[in-house]
């Protein structure tokens, strides 16, 4: 998993509340992702980042808002879960420096939001 | 648990036989491409990339295509085995954008 890993791996809980996801990596590589995954829909980027405390939105960023204060860290936050936000969430790093080639995922975050 | 649904498009093949996966991209303006593989209830697994200044490129079984002109960049498996069976994704990227862009997924199944 090149040095990824994702917390919690399973999570339920309930709409409206809050719910923050964290991927972790130990191998200090600039650009980390978060993507979600849907039946029928593929892998959807949410946000990104290209360094400590910058990240930009990704396709599908409504009702999700990240963080990266760390290098290594690169949190995904929902401010106020909702049922369309039960997904697959799957963080990942690019091993390039330059360009966002290349990603390594991590084993995924099976959300439920009941 | 199970990453894709029922309604992916779906390859079925005999063990030992080639299997050739397709994919089709929407910008012209990508310039890199990539291939994964993802079982169930895993990440998905980086197979082969491609960059847009090449039409084709072989790994340890794998071959992927790139034909620009029609916007259609192909997997190809030598010698398909069981372990193979997954989900395939395409990917697209252009380089001034640092997004890569996937498609939905092809399921591979083979059988003996």
């Known amino acids: 998993d090149a040095g990824i890993t994702q917390s919690p791996r399973h999570k339920v809980t309930e709409t409206g509340t809050p719910v923050t996801l964290r991927c972790h990596q130990t191998e200090n590589h600039r650009y980390m992702y978060w993507y979600r995954q849907d039946p029928g829909h593929g892998l959807r980027l949410i946000h990104y980042s290209y360094g400590v405390k910058d990240t930009d939105k990704g396709e599908v960023s409504d009702g999700y808002s990240v963080s990266r204060s760390k290098t290594e860290d690169f949190l995904l936050t929902l401010e106020s879960a909702t049922s369309s936000q039960t997904s697959v969430y799957f963080c990942?790093?690019?091993?390039?420096?330059?360009?966002?080639?290349?990603?390594?995922f991590g084993s995924g975050t099976q959300l439920s939001v009941l | 648990g199970e990453s894709v649904g029922l309604h992916l498009p779906t390859l079925s093949v005999q063990e030992g036989d080639n299997s050739i996966i397709n994919c089709a991209y929407s910008n012209s303006a990508s310039d890199y491409f990539i291939w994964y593989k993802q079982e169930s209830g895993k990440g998905p697994q980086f197979i082969i990339d491609i960059r847009s200044n090449m039409d084709k490129r072989q790994g340890q079984r794998v071959t992927v295509l790139l034909n620009k002109t029609v916007k259609h960049l192909s997997l190809q498996i030598a010698a398909t085995q069981p372990g193979d069976s997954a989900v395939y994704f395409c990917a697209e990227l252009r380089y001034n954008t640092d997004k890569l862009i996937f498609g939905t997924g092809t399921r591979l199944q083979v059988f003996p």
């Open positions: 990942a790093i690019s091993e390039s420096e330059l360009k966002a080639e290349k990603l390594f």
